[in-house]
């Protein structure tokens, strides 16, 4: 079962420009944690946002929680060429015990 | 260093050859976890543990094995290979406390079976 999916699948925008991603789940969860790929590589993560907050900041990164709307959105500002990767969300939810469930991941290709 | 380390990187074998990809971390995480990865599929959960000699099945359970007799280690063994399991492979672990855990997740194994 699928729990997250992302929003778009892919993104194409110029270096400088904001991205903005956004995960749709299906149950209620505890955290939500957005994952950044490098093509091929292993996922390395991000940012997690616990299901009692609605926003969040790491440096160019900020993450939204709506757990009314069952989604999330990661804003990338200012983005650079190395942001170039694919972003996955992933949930752990509280009906499917304790576990980490992936979307399909959003492709973002930062042009310089 | 902390890290998840997957053997071997790269495989190419042919159906029905037993293999086993091995998984370690170094971090004494509870959680590990098996993923693979399709184009357009995302990472889609083959087995996970939640400790020793605890293991739950993922979304795609099915020509895999895995076993955790140890913290450490929590390989994925393939009994009988297919070419539908040709796919890129990730190993993960995670110090879980209640979901508040972030996944460290390995270097992926790419398996082509032929």
């Known amino acids: 079962s699928q729990q997250g999916e992302e929003d778009p699948q892919a993104l194409s925008i110029q270096e400088g420009e904001n991205a903005t991603m956004n995960c749709s789940y299906k149950t209620s969860i505890n955290n939500l944690q957005w994952y950044r790929q490098n093509s091929g590589r292993g996922l390395v993560h991000l940012i997690l946002i616990r299901s009692n907050e609605r926003e969040k900041h790491s440096g160019r990164l900020r993450v939204t929680l709506d757990t009314s709307k069952k989604s999330s959105s990661l804003l990338i500002t200012a983005s650079r060429a190395a942001d170039t990767a694919s972003y996955f969300c992933?949930?752990?939810?509280?009906?499917?015990?304790?576990?980490?469930?992936f979307g399909p991941g959003t492709r973002l290709s930062v042009l310089p | 260093e902390a890290q998840v380390t997957q053997n071997p990187r790269y495989l190419i074998t042919v159906t029905g050859k037993k293999l086993t990809v091995t998984c370690s971390q170094n971090?004494?995480?509870?959680?590990m976890s098996w993923y693979r990865q399709d184009p357009g599929l995302g990472l889609r959960q083959i087995y996970y543990s939640m400790n020793v000699e605890v293991t739950d099945k993922g979304d795609v359970p099915e020509g895999y094995k895995v076993s955790r007799k140890e913290k450490r280690n929590f390989p994925l063994i393939l009994e009988s290979p297919s070419p539908n399991q040709t796919s890129l492979y990730f190993c993960?672990?995670?110090?879980?406390?209640?979901?508040?855990?972030?996944?460290?997740f390995g270097e992926g194994s790419r398996l082509t079976v032929l």
């Open positions: 993960a672990s995670s110090l879980w406390t209640g979901g508040t855990g972030e996944l460290f």
């Open positions: 992933a949930t752990d939810g509280l009906d499917y015990g304790q576990n980490f469930v």
């Open positions: 971090m004494n995480h509870e959680y």
